[in-house]
């Protein structure tokens, strides 16, 4: 009967349970050298003569291990070292609580539930005295302990109360404190495993906390296994740096003094608010190790401390109390907070030593393949997956201190050779007629977006102005106006309206106006008329303000549009943009950042130069500007003309080299075989400026001092904008506080909604992800939708087979913007994917096409498991399709009348599939409709091309 047998069978069982704990977690990397891992053959009734070494990479995860009775691990090796404790005391304490081990998960029920074991008492009662010789407890040992206090079930207490010398009376003394108990006490029971269900077994003892692994998954913050004084010199390699940082702003230590104790005088309460400024920057260090994976140890050993206060004697600093040593793995690392000669008041220097092992860990790559079905999708895809393990001592954690220590200015900006966390968002139009309220309710179809009209299109580009002068927090001269320029040119003509709005003023003043005149030629008096006529209250240029920038700022677009208002020789922006160049190169107008070298057409912070602000510079990028793409007339979204012309991307997206990349590989899409690159690509044009598809500007994450610490953040923001394409916004950052930080987000989204303007015209802000399609994500996939490419053979017919792929290439582009998708970007490099979203935000989509570039980086198995193939096994051209996912960042505090809910996403679905199956004739009707409006867009081109011969 297992139930039975006791835990130790020789005598020396609990001095060696009380070794295992104290012994190998003291002496465990000695012992891990001699023995690397126990025998194969172990005793599982035993488990105190399990040797299990206790090494960094077994601590660090012996948190999701259950505990046992008096908060002591099962596994004795668990056990940590506790603060004072001395080697007598673990010894006794194991020993007292030896018996409970056995078994490692059972669970005792008070509830009047009895399980199987305590059922058959009566049985075990009779045997036990039959079968007490062969199992007998150590005779040196005796357990002084009422069986009341015991907190196993009646049986243990039986067999754990009798010894040789008085077996048959100590059992009958047993049954007397048994039968007493149970009657004072509620019945108990032992039940087994974590169901209670399971039959008893000796690997009980290893089960695991899963609810530690989980919601969320996080490691103990602290840590207690250091590698002892030779194995430190012997097998680590030794390096160190100085950081040496500004210290915060004093009103920031300020918002965290109110945690702080106050000094006795003021000598003293000077001195600590001067360490204390230091060691805002020195705890944030420490913050960002513990949340990438570093554990503490809390009490540094002396061995450790004394190399430590060496190598900083020899760097020529002094130490102080302030000493920390982390831990990730084998990689260990220790911060100090040093004081230098002739240290300024104002900086912090924090000195950083690296301990890792001499030998590098070595990850191999493991080549997963396996079957996949996405969520809505009918197959099980191929799928291919290399598992890849980084190797934590590559990463670069100088960079990280200096980005953190310099707050992701100047040179130390966030990149991606770091982690940081990130979050992407859209600025995406609102359509007033392509409702979701009407597509539910089968007034309006899906496929049935329409082109945005000539009036919608500019006043987008008025709204986008004001959506970036609400991000960058600007105000208006004087404080309080809510003044703007609207675009002074007829939406479907281009020419100067007539009719244009007027600034509206307390007092009725007639509008002065300018001619350029001599402006062009030099001629200063005019030029000086000209920026008197700029600074004129009512008169002049809308000016903004804010805490940092100079006076008379104001913005590129409505410097433009304020000068077509103004000027009667200026009739299109392109010449005001040309006025305005002149007075940049001339001096008189500058950059606020002094970072462009021309003036851009867009949301750009210029200033005119005074004698105050000659020598004005702003070195913090605190401002989001962005440059219009192909706004100065009117450019449509359903390129009829190139599908005509069979030119994919005609006009959107600009497509641009670049310089980083390297030549990619191409596919044929005859054979679906790749080709190696051209050796020689073009090289660029030196004189060629470079453009720059995405910036960067700093987020004030925190602007009401909510956290007691300086909160940054980093924005990544598309550098071009057009109505007929996303604008996407990536958030950055490392010292951040996620609910902050969400708070931050939510208000641009309601404010996002609510900008003043005209009511004909929207936005709204909503997340998506930064990997959509599952590029680097094992357990997610897009849904294959393929084309019905049989019914269009006859359509194609007339041309060219490599016509015939781009044009229906084209028409898929075609099909998206008509069921309201959106590109999602203006200006692309010629290797990236070129995506589309829904106006929703719920859904996103590419095109799987070569000219498209989009699946460069991703597996081409999956189209060929489900696409069709031709009778000699190659892969048509003319088997083409999308690849659909789900926004699934559209959370439910992201719903509204804009988004829809899942519904509205079903029936998207479902009605794109009958559209590319060509049900009920559908696709074949686009296609109709398509040509016959690409035939009139050729005839038109020729006509104007005849008339300008």
Not at 457 to 484: A, C, D, Q
């Amino acid at each position: 009967n297992q139930t039975s047998q006791v835990l130790f069978s020789n005598p020396h069982s609990f001095s060696r349970a009380a070794q295992s704990a104290d012994t190998y977690f003291l002496v465990s990397n000695l012992f891990a050298r001699l023995q690397a891992r126990p025998k194969a053959l172990t005793n599982p009734f035993a488990p105190a003569s399990i040797r299990i070494p206790m090494v960094p990479g077994r601590r660090r995860w012996a948190h999701t291990f259950p505990m046992g009775p008096n908060k002591l691990p099962w596994h004795f090796h668990h056990l940590r070292q506790t603060e004072g404790a001395t080697k007598q005391e673990v010894t006794v304490g194991i020993s007292t609580c030896a018996h409970l081990v056995l078994p490692g998960t059972s669970k005792r029920i008070i509830n009047g539930l009895v399980s199987k074991r305590t059922r058959h008492y009566g049985k075990l009662h009779t045997e036990f005295s039959s079968r007490h010789k062969r199992i007998l407890s150590p005779s040196n040992y005796e357990l002084k302990r009422e069986a009341s206090e015991r907190k196993d079930s009646v049986s243990d207490d039986i067999r754990l109360s009798f010894s040789s010398s008085t077996g048959n009376q100590k059992k009958h003394n047993a049954d007397g404190s048994a039968k007493s108990s149970t009657s004072k006490k509620k019945k108990e029971a032992i039940i087994w495993g974590p169901t209670g269900v399971e039959p008893w077994s000796a690997s009980m003892i290893t089960g695991i906390d899963w609810k530690s692994l989980t919601i969320p998954a996080s490691l103990p913050t602290t840590f207690d296994v250091v590698p002892c004084a030779e194995e430190l010199n012997r097998d680590y390699i030794h390096n160190s740096y100085v950081l040496i940082h500004a210290l915060p702003p004093y009103h920031e230590y300020e918002r965290k003094k109110k945690n702080l104790p106050n000094g006795n005088n003021n000598s003293e309460k000077e001195a600590d608010d001067h360490m204390e400024r230091q060691r805002i920057t020195f705890d944030e260090l420490i913050d960002q190790r513990l949340s990438q994976g570093f554990q503490m140890i809390v009490e540094i050993p002396a061995y450790v401390k004394q190399k430590m206060i060496d190598t900083i004697r020899r760097a020529g600093y002094t130490e102080t109390e302030y000493n920390r040593l982390l831990s990730i793995g084998r990689i260990y690392h220790t911060l100090s907070l040093v004081i230098e000669d002739n240290q300024s008041q104002d900086t912090v220097v924090i000195y950083v030593q690296q301990h890792k092992p001499q030998h590098l860990f070595q990850p191999k790559s493991v080549d997963y393949k396996y079957r996949f079905q996405c969520p809505d999708s009918s197959d099980y895809d191929l799928a291919q997956y290399e598992l890849q393990l980084d190797s934590l001592e590559c990463f670069p954690w100088n960079s990280v201190d200096n980005i953190v220590g310099n707050h992701g200015t100047g040179d130390h900006k966030l990149s991606g050779l770091v982690k940081y966390w990130h979050t992407r968002l859209v600025i995406m139009p609102v359509s007033r007629d392509y409702t979701i309220k009407n597509i539910e309710s089968g007034q309006t179809k899906c496929d049935s977006r329409e082109e945005m009209s000539h009036e919608d299109f500019f006043l987008y580009v008025e709204h986008f102005v004001r959506f970036l002068f609400m991000l960058n927090k600007l105000n208006r001269l004087p404080i309080g106006t809510s003044e703007s320029i609207h675009r002074p040119l007829d939406p479907v003509t281009g020419k100067k309206r007539t009719d244009t709005p007027r600034r509206q003023a307390k007092t009725t003043v007639s509008m002065q106006t300018f001619q350029l005149g001599n402006i062009m030629n030099g001629d200063v008096d005019e030029i000086n008329a000209l920026l008197t006529l700029f600074r004129t209250e009512h008169q002049g240029l809308l000016f903004v303000k804010d805490s940092v920038l100079p006076e008379f700022t104001f913005i590129a677009i409505e410097a433009i549009w304020w000068s077509i208002e103004r000027c009667v020789d200026i009739q299109t922006e392109q010449k005001a943009l040309d006025l305005f160049q002149y007075l940049f190169n001339k001096g008189y107008i500058r950059h606020c950042t002094n970072t462009e070298t021309s003036f851009r057409f867009g949301f750009f912070l210029y200033y005119i130069v005074t004698e105050k602000t000659t020598n004005f510079r702003l070195d913090a990028n605190d401002y989001a500007e962005v440059e219009f793409h192909q706004t100065q007339s009117y450019i449509p979204s359903m390129d009829y003309l190139g599908f005509a012309e069979c030119i994919p991307m005609r006009q959107l997206p600009k497509l641009i080299d670049n310089p980083q990349s390297k030549p990619r590989p191409i596919r044929l899409a005859s054979t679906g075989t790749t080709s190696p690159p051209l050796q020689n690509p073009p090289p660029q044009d030196p004189q060629t400026p470079l453009i720059v598809l995405k910036r960067d500007c700093n987020v004030d994450v925190d602007p009401k001092h909510i956290s007691d610490r300086h909160e940054w953040a980093t924005a990544h923001y598309h550098s071009f904008y057009n109505p007929h394409c996303l604008f996407e916004l990536e958030i950055r950052w490392l010292v951040a506080t996620s609910c902050i930080l969400g708070d931050l987000i939510m208000q641009w989204s309601q404010r996002t909604g609510t900008i003043l303007g005209s009511n004909q015209v929207a936005f709204h802000l909503v997340p998506i992800p930064c990997d959509p399609f599952a590029e680097f994500d094992a357990l997610r996939g897009p849904i294959y939708i393929k084309i019905d490419s049989s019914c269009l053979i006859d359509k194609l017919a007339d041309l060219p087979k490599d016509k015939q792929i781009l044009r229906i290439n084209i028409f898929q582009e075609l099909i998206l913007k008509r069921y309201g998708f959106i590109l999602n970007a203006c200006v692309s490099y010629k290797e990236e994917n070129i995506y589309y979203v829904h106006i929703s935000g719920g859904m996103l989509v590419y095109i799987i096409s070569d000219v498209y570039n989009v699946h460069f980086n991703n597996r081409p198995s999956r189209i060929a498991s489900v696409g069709s193939s031709t009778n000699s096994g190659q892969l048509s051209p003319l088997d083409c399709g999308f690849y659909w996912c789900w926004n699934f960042c559209l959370g439910k505090k992201w719903r509204s009348t804009q988004t829809g809910e899942e519904k509205y996403q079903d029936i998207m679905l479902a009605d794109f599939r009958a559209f590319c199956a060509n049900d009920k004739n559908r696709l074949v009707n686009f296609w109709n409709e398509s040509n016959n409006l690409a035939n009139q867009k050729l005839a038109e081109k020729q006509r104007n091309s005849g008339v300008d011969n």
